[in-house]
Nanobody, 126 residues
Framework: VQLQASGGGLVQAGGSLRLSCAASGSFSGSFYRINSMGWYRQAPGDQRELVASHLTAASGDRINYAPDVKERFTISRDDAMNMVHLQMNSLKPQDTAVYFC??????????????WGQGTLVTVSS
């Protein structure tokens, strides 16, 4: 399984960016289920932290945001395309980080496995 993230770049404070991540690989040709997709970020010198996640559950989808992005970022999934997007508005310099896409995918052959993308750099200038 490969996760390909795109959409990072340089933006001024107050601006917007939209990150996208596509999951691809042999799983798509078999019986599978994407349990969750989400985004983490890691700033220089900091630990990787959750930004937003979108979980599929029998009781209904659950979306979680880090407190400092909850009113500014929106996560969405396109299950037909095996993609997840992160719309980031009102960006702040402290949002500067490498953003990583993650997905937990279940297949009949592997069970549930978590995967990570390579990261895309978001730089917000003041």
């Amino acid at each position: 399984v490969q996760l390909q993230a795109s959409g990072g770049g340089l933006v001024q404070a107050g601006g917007s960016l939209r990150l996208s991540c596509a999951a691809s690989g042999s799983f798509s040709g078999s019986f599978y289920r994407i349990n969750s997709m989400g985004w983490y970020r890691q700033a220089p010198g900091d630990q990787r932290e959750l930004v937003a996640s979108h979980l599929t559950a029998a009781s209904g989808d659950r979306i979680n945001y880090a407190p400092d992005v909850k009113e500014r970022f929106t996560i969405s999934r396109d299950d037909a395309m095996n993609m997840v997007h992160l719309q980031m508005n009102s960006l702040k310099p402290q949002d500067t980080a490498v953003y990583f896409c993650t997905a937990n995918i279940w297949t009949l052959g592997t069970g549930s496995v978590s995967y990570w993308g390579q990261g895309t750099l978001v730089t917000v200038s003041s």
